[in-house]
């Protein structure tokens, strides 16, 4: 039977911990690493050993950047009074392949999730709060995700912001461009019906 050397596998295994890696994932990964020159190995444990020191958190809005301010918040090509906050910097980037958003970010770094203890204050609520007070904010628009936990703290950041004198919007939910009506589940039939334009 053949034994596989400590440092592969404990490369696999490293592997394995990232999300949506499964274990023949990382095995696959780190026999590519090992069959590459050693030289494209040492960039990437310079890169990953580097990373923590060379990231931190925009001080506005909490995206991962190299800078404070980020490049977002430090372009006075966007409208800083509008704010879309999103839940993870994943969002941020996806609603930033659109080029269509021109308004700054406010990324939560989590969703509400009593039941695994993430209140409020687990995540960036109350930054959000301090920064509508603190700016000329006119509108924060509400981009988390249609999921439960997306819907409640989206429904949180709702009630909380109506004490304030901004404009609560929410990301349009409903039936995705080509998908065939007949294909759609309740639910998100249901949301395309409450949100038509």
């Given at each position: ?29 780190a026999l590519y690493i090992l069959r590459r020159p050693a030289a494209e190995a040492q960039n990437l444990a310079v890169d990953l ?9 925009c001080s506005n809005c909490h995206a991962f950047s190299e800078s404070d301010p ?128």
């Open positions: 039977m053949y034994v596989v050397p400590p440092a592969l596998a404990r490369l696999v295994a490293d592997l394995n911990r990232l999300p949506g890696i499964g274990k023949k994932t990382a095995t696959r990964l050993a580097e990373l923590h020191a060379a990231i931190k958190l980020c490049a977002i918040c430090d372009d006075p090509k966007r409208d800083p009074s509008i704010v879309c906050v999103v839940e993870e910097a994943g969002d941020l980037l996806a609603i930033e392949k659109t080029a269509f958003f021109r308004g700054q970010y406010h990324i939560l770094h989590g969703v509400l999730a009593p039941m695994e203890g993430i209140g409020p204050e687990e995540i960036k609520v109350d930054d959000l709060l301090s920064r509508v007070r603190r700016q000329r904010i006119a509108e924060v628009l509400i981009a988390t995700s249609s999921t439960v936990p997306g819907e409640a703290t989206a429904a949180y950041l709702a009630n909380r912001l109506q004490e304030l004198p901004v404009r609560v919007t929410r990301l349009a939910c409903g039936i995705p461009m080509g998908m065939d009506i007949k294909y759609a589940d309740e639910l998100t039939l249901a949301k395309a019906i409450e949100f038509r334009k």
